[in-house]
């Protein structure tokens, strides 16, 4: 904090009165806001100095070309924090969010959004001119190393961590066909890399951007791609379109545009771009277990499984895999009606215990184990709990009925407590040694029991080893 009053004293005259922390990005970077009667601004502070001096380097060049960004007032020596100015609290796509959580007449959020693509071309071509992108961070172009970064990221971070089998091999060789297309055109448009609403300030009704410290030399069509089919957004169909035009009627003074060509390059970013972005939520969510990166993958799914189909011919394999993972259960966007929902699963210790979706991170995880193993003799081996001499074998034994005992005497109070508070999502799962046996018995029966007792809940039932997804 305390390069940050030193900044603030050397452009105020004073020390700051006041400083607020900020709610930060999934960098690195702290914000402040620093107030007194001279005057306020927001300080930040980021452990990346090459970062730090991509935003303000940019961010100069920008204003010297008339594009609405934060002006910088003063820079750290060591480049390590910087002051710039404070463009209000409001942003784009909460005040998005707002409009629809309350039912609000979004002609005024609609012309923003239309307002902001109309100036993207600027920011691409004006942008771009007289700037030094070896100053780009990390890297100053989109190149191929930028590409396969990108979806190996999504291969790694999840599609890997979503359990689902695939060949590297074959899918490798679609990326690189894939990556051979993406990178066809080169051009020197400035491409801003997390465009989206989030990273546009409203300020005296104008659209400014903020967070473009990871642009780069590239195409055009990402960050079209980007804001548009931002997953989070859920923008309607007729508005993506409405968007696109108002983008493509200011590109035209830039170049000339041919709208079918455009359009049909621009599908092949909107898939990549929504690979990217979910390889970052599965590494906040899968991996991290960041909850509202967690919630935020049904939508994204939602967008990939809109499209894969449009690229069969040219990437059968990668296809092939994505539609398999559009149908995994686990990903799938359930409107909720405002009833609680309890998630009963089955699985098996070995391959993990099952992730929550919705991002509430909690709910109950029974090992099964304690219970006689029907699978250990050979008339059980290639049945389930579903079958009926597993039934037996596990009814005839009766540990089976203490353990459920027990299991109900925990749910139903939590099911109850939840119903009186209004909660939407319980998760109860039940895991044994190959999530076949013992644990698809038990989360039969919790289920049954759950939808006989409380009949206005809604109960989904999933024994994950089996591929088996239901609304009981």
Known sequence: MERLTILYKSKYGCVPASVIPLTGSASNRRYYRLASDAGACIGVIGTDVKENNAFVTIARHFRT???????????????????????????????????RRGGEDMTCVDALLNKTMSMLPAIQYDGAEGLDFSVCYPQPSFDRRMVMFDLNYFKYCFLKPSGLEFDEVLLQDDFERFADVLLEEDTDTFLYRDFNARNVM?????????????????????????????????????????????????????????????????????????????????????????????????????????????????????????????????????????????????????????????????????????????GRYEPYKNLTGRDEPVIRFLEDDGEVFGFLEHVYGVVDPHVETYVSRGFSSLMVSFGCTGGQHRSVYCAEHLAAHLRKKYPDIRVRLTHREQGIDTII
């Open 202 to 374: 409203i300020c005296g009704n104008e659209p400014y951007f903020v967070d473009f410290q990871g642009g780069r030399r590239g195409p055009v069509y990402y960050d079209v791609a980007s804001f548009i089919w931002q997953a989070r957004a859920k923008y309607p169909e007729v508005l993506k379109e409405r968007m696109l035009d108002s983008y493509l009627t200011a590109l035209e003074q830039y170049r000339p545009v041919d709208r079918s060509a455009f359009r049909q390059r621009l599908d092949l970013f909107i898939l990549f771009r929504l690979l990217q972005v979910l390889g970052a939520y599965g590494f906040r969510g899968l991996v991290e277990h960041k909850a509202n990166f967690v919630t935020s993958i049904p939508a994204a799914i939602s967008e990939l499984k809109s499209m894969t189909g449009r690229f069969s011919s040219l990437y059968p394999y990668m296809t092939q895999i994505l539609e398999r993972l559009c149908d995994l259960p686990r990903f799938e966007e359930i409107a909720s009606d405002g009833n609680l929902e309890v998630r009963v699963f089955s699985f098996s210790f070995k391959k993990g215990i099952p992730q929550d979706t919705t991002g509430n991170g909690g709910g109950y995880v029974f090992d099964c184990r304690s219970i006689h193993n029907p």
């Open 65 to 99: 070309k008339g594009i609405n960004v934060p002006e910088v007032y003063a820079v750290s020596d060591d480049m390590s924090a910087y002051l710039q100015e404070d463009l209000g609290d409001m942003v784009l796509f909460d005040m998005l969010s707002s409009a």
